[in-house]
């Protein structure tokens, strides 16, 4: 996943030095400089941003008086050459604090502090992402992280998930439209798995953890690329 990031610095030179390193970082994808807290705000207001370097020390606004400010924040490193703000930086929650001038090396560190931590917040909300099914006049609560596979059965669709199973009262394509494409994917005209439970692929069947689901011929190709390029 790309960070979206944005650069918050009056001084040019750290504004240069910023676009650099972001430039030689593949993780990350910088959205927009900034010369001050006003033009940060226009473009938090209409842009997605997950990550913001931001300077402390700004003329008319600091980065700390902006950025508790905010809302919802994005994520915050603050950049500065004054050690003095580091303190209060931190009581706003920073990921982390860069003393000018930084090296790339010291970047990167804060870097990777963000992406961890970025990581286990997008992991935790896929563990508890859920899907409503009715079945046998009730309403299930379904974790998607706990599908194994689906089964088009006539007018149903079976679903294994964790020690359960539903018949749900669907089309095959209706169920995997609301399911995500990355995690749930077709491989036979009657079946669907999860990409987290398989355990072997064969050439013509993939073994999950409790059973064994056959490759149709048409989906093949296009089930073997997809693995091929997210592996």
């Known amino acids: 996943m790309k960070i979206n990031c944005i650069v918050v610095d009056d001084e040019p030179v750290s504004r240069d030095t910023l676009h650099q390193y ?18 940060a705000s226009m473009v938090l207001n209409t842009k997605e941003v997950h990550l913001i370097f931001l300077d402390i020390n700004m003329p008319k ?50 870097v990777n502090k963000v992406s961890n931590l970025l990581k286990m917040a997008h992991n935790k909300d ?14 299930h609560k379904v974790k998607i992280a706990e599908i194994e596979y689906l089964e088009a059965v006539g007018d149903y669709v079976k679903v294994v998930y964790g020690n359960s199973s539903l018949l749900v009262h669907s089309t095959f394509q209706n169920i995997l439209a609301q399911l995500p494409s990355e995690k749930i994917v077709r491989i036979h005209k009657s079946f669907a798995i999860a990409l987290s439970k398989i ?9 999950l953890n409790t059973t064994s689901i056959p490759i149709g011929q048409t989906y093949r190709t296009g089930f073997l690329e997809f693995i091929n390029n997210n592996s």
């Open 22 to 39: 972001i430039s030689n970082c593949p993780s990350l994808h910088l959205v927009e400089v900034c010369k001050n807290a006003i033009e």
């Open 61 to 110: 606004l600091s980065g700390l008086q902006f950025y508790k400010s905010l809302v919802n924040p994005p994520t915050v490193i603050f950049t500065t050459a004054y050690p003095e703000y580091a303190v209060e930086g931190f009581e706003v929650e920073a990921i982390d604090f860069l003393l000018k001038p930084f090296s790339f090396e010291r970047f990167l560190k804060s």
């Open 126 to 139: 896929q563990n508890e992402a859920f899907i409503l099914w009715k079945a046998d006049k009730k309403i």
């Open 199 to 207: 355990k072997i692929i064969s050439a013509n069947k993939v073994k």
